[in-house]
């Protein structure tokens, strides 16, 4: 083989690597039984197409070719280890006897274990936090120091979390497959769940230096898509949209410096016509259904705002309309706070205080610094400016992010 061709055949690995590794992982999770077996054979096996391929050409099924290599290797790797463990002779054993039929992987198959892949990682057997760590890590291919830093925990923290959840689904059980149609909303909600989670991470740092994670944010998308290729649900559909949406707005949400740009002040014509392109038919597709909740929901209130070109423009009216039916199918105190913000835009300042007012003497959001935001907003709005100096105080003693305390912390100076 040429020069060129090893070339060749060299960057059609990388692009395997970086585009199908965690597609091959799922099979071999799946045929294994077992994460870090799994890990192993991928690595495994694309350190064996690059001695081979180069020789030998590309094989006519790569992804079936690399499956079957690690396959081998994991085989072979428990074999050397038996003399160890007698479980690890009987794992091989086992797998040796199986007939895998690897030639015979296609597209289908490939897509089935993905889906299986995350179900398992979003298990509702597993903690939260968990599903979140193993759904990074496992699924997306995040090392974990990267989910670490993405969460600004200790790398020896996450590494016991993901540990444990990988000892949970041994322990338990916990079957590596979709569930069956009955059981299907409960643990897709959960699945969901998880990735919006990811998301909001990344489109609203929860803590920390930046005020956004584009890292994140993209990997919630990428794996929104992947999802919504492997179960076209009405949600998948809504979520999707919902995060693409918001993630249009990412370039205009902050300055050069970092600080934060308030909705209404933001220059509309940096948000993304690509990402908004995209997401609207899927927010129509999904209330075309009438099987939709609150994540569609949700979409529609930012398709609402992408059509708009200005604070302005925007369709109040109809945001507040959908609140409303997002308290119906989805009920919750920060619905309800931004329900009474929309109604602030509609009907002015006035009417939106006094139902952030009442939300707040409910002792419901004393400690989501968002409300009291919210609160000193309004109240800086109506010049009640010794009303809005304590509600400012109070949501910059409760903030985390540093974007956020800097704008707060502005505001306070205004005042003054």
């Not at 199986?98 to 979003?122: G, K, W, Y």
């Not at 897709?188 to 005020?211: K, P, Q, R, T, W």
């Not at 929901?297 to 705002?305: D, E, L, R, T, Y």
């Not at 105080?393 to 985390?400: F, R």
Request: aromatic share 6%.
């Amino acid at each position: 083989m040429s020069d060129m061709a090893v070339g060749q055949v060299r960057k059609k690995i990388d692009e395997l690597y970086r585009f199908e590794s965690r597609t091959v992982y799922a099979t071999l999770v799946r045929l294994l039984g077992n994460f870090d077996f799994a890990e192993e054979a991928v690595h495994d096996a694309f350190a064996t197409a690059i001695e081979t391929w180069p020789r030998e050409g590309l094989p006519t099924n790569p992804r079936a070719w690399l499956v079957s290599a690690g396959r081998f290797k994991a085989i072979d790797a428990m074999r050397r280890r038996a003399r160890f463990d007698v479980s690890v002779a009987q794992r091989a054993h086992r797998i040796a006897a199986t007939q895998a039929n690897l030639e015979d992987l296609d597209e289908a198959r490939f897509r089935d274990d993905h889906l299986r892949l995350i179900f398992t990682c979003c298990h509702p057997a597993l903690a939260p936090n968990t599903q979140v760590a193993l759904t990074l890590r496992e699924v997306c291919g995040l090392t974990t120091e990267e989910v670490a830093h993405a969460f600004l925990s200790p790398t020896s923290t996450i590494a016991q979390r993901i540990a444990r959840g990988k000892a949970k689904i041994r322990d338990a059980k916990i079957p590596y497959e979709v569930p069956a149609l009955a059981d299907l909303p409960e643990r897709l909600e959960s699945v969901l769940s998880v990735i919006y989670l990811v998301f909001n991470e990344g489109y609203s740092a929860s803590s920390g230096d930046v005020a956004t994670r584009p890292d994140l944010s993209g990997e919630a998308i990428r794996l929104g898509r992947v999802l919504m290729d492997l179960l076209p649900d009405p949600e998948v559909m809504g979520l999707l949209a919902l995060m693409l949406l918001h993630e249009s707005r990412r370039a205009a949400r902050t300055t050069p410096d970092g600080d934060l740009i308030l909705l209404e002040d933001q220059d509309r014509s940096l948000w993304n016509p690509q990402h908004i392109a995209e997401g609207k038919p899927l927010v129509e597709r999904a209330l075309a259904s009438r099987q939709f909740g609150a994540y569609t929901i949700q979409a529609a209130i930012s398709a609402v705002h992408a059509d708009a070109s200005s604070t302005a423009t925007t369709d109040w009216t109809q945001i507040v309309a959908l609140y409303d039916v997002l308290m119906q199918a989805s009920p919750s105190p920060v619905v309800e706070l931004n329900r009474a913000v929309a109604i602030a835009m509609r009907d002015g300042p006035e009417a939106g205080l006094e139902r952030v007012d009442a939300i707040l003497a409910r002792g419901d959001l004393s400690d989501y610094h968002l409300a009291h935001a919210a609160r000193a907003e309004l109240c800086r709005r109506l010049g009640r400016v010794n009303d809005a100096r304590p509600a400012y105080e109070q949501a910059l003693a409760l903030a985390k992010q540093q974007p956020e305390r800097r704008f707060l912390e502005r505001r306070l100076q205004e005042l003054a």
